[in-house]
């Protein structure tokens, strides 16, 4: 069995929520990023974080913090490949990527995205999920993704490349269908409005669990 390790995205610049780092926001006596390494840890065992700037200010956390390759943020194929760099220097075949704003991601991302891998041979699984009309939507920034690509992608970053999905198509990224079961499990905190219904998300969530 490939061995599969799990990358944190938390590389971004935070512009609609001021600045800062959005995974360090609070939220019900804790972050956004604790809530998101306590769902995706049980799931691949080894994490790490992608993060720029100083590494200290996640020293808590535990995890290696590793900064993008490629200088000047652009965007989350940088922080994916900081993953799969690292991934390759821990001998593991695969990577799972999830972004760190995202604190009710599937409790089984990682085996879901691994089977549809298993049943299609791809070397990308993205994530989907239905939108408000029921459309299916990916969400580039949590799939698997085959170390052997990075070289790849280091020349298609090299090149100018920044979309996610239009590289992963490259390479026939397949799609792994998750069930939004009243409440999206890929919903991301973009804006202070954002992490106020993530409050009340949370608090439902909680009374339906008693």
């Keep these: 069995m490939a061995t599969i ?23 019900d006596g804790s972050t956004l990023l604790d809530k998101v390494i306590a769902r995706l840890a049980p799931q691949c065992g080894t994490l790490a974080l992608n993060a720029n700037g100083d590494p200290s200010r996640f020293a ?50 990682v085996e879901r995205l691994q089977a549809q891998a298993g049943a299609t041979g791809a070397k990308i699984v993205l994530a989907a999920s239905p939108d408000d009309t029921g459309t299916l939507r990916r969400h580039p920034t949590f799939g698997l993704w085959s170390v052997s690509l990075r070289n790849d992608l280091q020349a298609a970053l090299e090149r100018g490349e920044r979309k996610v999905v239009a590289w992963a198509d490259r390479h026939g990224a397949a799609t792994a269908p998750f069930e939004a079961d009243g409440v999206d499990p890929f919903f991301n905190i973009n804006t202070p409005d954002d992490l106020a219904k993530s409050r009340v998300m949370l608090a439902a969530a909680q009374a339906k669990r008693l």
């Design 60 to 109: 808590t956390f535990g995890l290696p913090v590793i900064a993008d390759p490629v200088a000047e943020y652009p965007g989350p194929l940088a922080g994916i490949l900081a993953g799969l760099d690292w991934a390759a220097r821990q001998g593991a075949d695969m990577m799972i990527s999830a972004a760190a704003d995202t604190p009710f991601l599937p409790l089984d991302l």
């Design 5 to 27: 390790v799990g990358v944190i995205l938390a590389g971004g610049l935070a512009t609609r929520m001021g600045g800062g780092d959005k995974g360090l926001l609070p939220l």
